[in-house]
Each structure stands twice: as structure tokens, then as C-alpha cells.
């Protein structure tokens, strides 16, 4: 199995244009041999958790949603698995949500983070409360949206579960972001077992400076792949062999 992180810098509110970015790197990514692409925390509207607030009708999406429909035909035409977050609505309120389109175009699962962190609570946003779970190519996988992943039991319950994958959308920042890919993210694949892919913003979003260094770590804690600037981290995962091993980025 090929894993792509795409890392790019959404354009603030402008959903269209980022969906148009994101399908062009699906389709990019089912070139290289990927099945599975991963996008980064609120990579649909940016990460402008306040601007959603003031306009939720118009910054929140149903999986169906008119305005993703490029990306689950991107889906459908390249054969690939996407995890898309962007904005959404539960029964409870807003939430930050991971919307996963399989390669016919239809939703596998929905994952609302369950960690939010204070600002994103200032802003309406309320907490999911199940797991994220779903298979590619025969492998479960699990979901985690960037402040989760600072809690040790997300990757814990996700290997009790007999997920081999932990697939990661987030916003780290350049000030404490190059530290917690360092440490963080290494470890949580190496105590659990896990093939961990993580789609990281680069760039400008919302009050933040992303650091980029989008990856993939083997259940080693090793980097497979990892790039600083905008574009494809791809990873080849042998989760039957344990063969593993970067690919050239793009």
C-alpha cells in the first residue's frame, strides 16, 4: 500500500479553490501508486475556526455536501481512499470532522475530533465522542485530528482495535510543531505498533505559521517519508511483510 500526506496552504474561506487543490493532489497521488490520501486539519475553508462560527451555513458541510462533490469524483476517477476534514454539524453542534471517501466516491466513515482544543471550543466547535474506524486495501485504519494525538489512548485504543494505520489530519505551527513531530508522533507508531501518516498545513492558516513536515513513521517509530515544503509525501507500507520505504516526493 502507497500512503500520500498531502500538505498544501489552504486559501482562507475560499472552499473552492481549495477543493480544487485537493482533488488536483488526489489525482496526483493515484499517478504515484497511492491508495490512500490523507489532508490536513480544516484543509477544506483553511483553519479559521472563528470565521466558520460567524457563518456556519455557508463554512459547514454535510458528506454530501454540492461544494466536495470535485473531491469525491476525484475519488471515483483515480480509485482512491481520501480523508478529507473540514467543518461539519452534529446533532450536539459544530465539529471538526474527517469525512473518508472511498474509492467509489462514497463515504466510509465519519470522524468528529474529540479532543478540541480551547480556541476551537470559543468558537462553537463541541467534542465527537466514537472513534473514527475504516478499511483500505483489507487494513483498518484509524482517525485522529491534531490535538488528539497529544492523548496517549487515542493510539492505544486504535491498535486494541486492530488498526494498523493511524492516519492524522493537523495544524502544528513552527513554534512547537518541528518538536512534536520529533517526539510525538515517532513514539506514538513505535509504543502501538502503528504506521502513522500525518498531513500537516505549511504555510500561513488562520492565526498560525504551519511548519509543514507532513510524514509517514513505520511501527518502528523510523520516518518513511517526510517533506518541509508544500506538495506529496509518499510512503510505501507493506503491512503484511513489514517492507516498508519512502518514495520520491512530488
Known amino acids: ?14 472552499v473552492a479553490a481549495n477543493v480544487e487543490a485537493m482533488a488536483g493532489l488526489i489525482a496526483e497521488a493515484a499517478g504515484a501508486g497511492a491508495t490512500l490520501v490523507v489532508f490536513p486539519e480544516l484543509a477544506v475553508t483553511g483553519y479559521e475556526p472563528a470565521a466558520v462560527n460567524a457563518d456556519p451555513d455557508l463554512l459547514s458541510f454535510a458528506p454530501d455536501a454540492p461544494e466536495l462533490s470535485p473531491l469525491r469524483e476525484a475519488c471515483r476517477a483515480s480509485a482512491v481512499t481520501a480523508v478529507v476534514n473540514c467543518p461539519a454539524r452534529s446533532d450536539h453542534g459544530p465539529t471538526i470532522t474527517s469525512y473518508v471517501y472511498g474509492p467509489d466516491g462514497s463515504l466510509l466513515t465519519r470522524y468528529d475530533k474529540v479532543h478540541v482544543t480551547e480556541t476551537e471550543q470559543a468558537a462553537g466547535f ?11 486495501d483489507g487494513v483498518r485504519a484509524a482517525l485522529a485530528i491534531c490535538y488528539d494525538t497529544s492523548f496517549p489512548d487515542v493510539a492505544a485504543r486504535a491498535a486494541a482495535d486492530n488498526c494498523r494505520l493511524l492516519l492524522a489530519s493537523s495544524l502544528h505551527d513552527t513554534e512547537d510543531g518541528p518538536r512534536k513531530l520529533a517526539t510525538l508522533y515517532p513514539a506514538m507508531a513505535r509504543d502501538n505498533a502503528l504506521y502513522v501518516a500525518l498531513a500537516n498545513h505549511v504555510g500561513p492558516s488562520g492565526a498560525f505559521t504551519a511548519c509543514g513536515l507532513s510524514a509517514v ?14 506538495g506529496l509525501v509518499l510512503a510505501k507500507a507493506d503491512v503484511e511483510t513489514g517492507v516498508e520505504a519512502g518514495l520520491p516526493a512530488r
Open 1 to 14: 500500500m502507497i500512503i500520500a500526506s498531502a500538505q498544501f496552504t489552504p486559501r482562507p474561506c475560499e
Open 126 to 136: 463541541v467534542p465527537g465522542t466514537a472513534d473514527g474506524r475504516f478499511t483500505v
Open 217 to 230: 513513521w513505520g511501527p518502528d517509530g523510523r520516518v518513511l517519508a517526510e517533506r518541509a515544503d508544500a
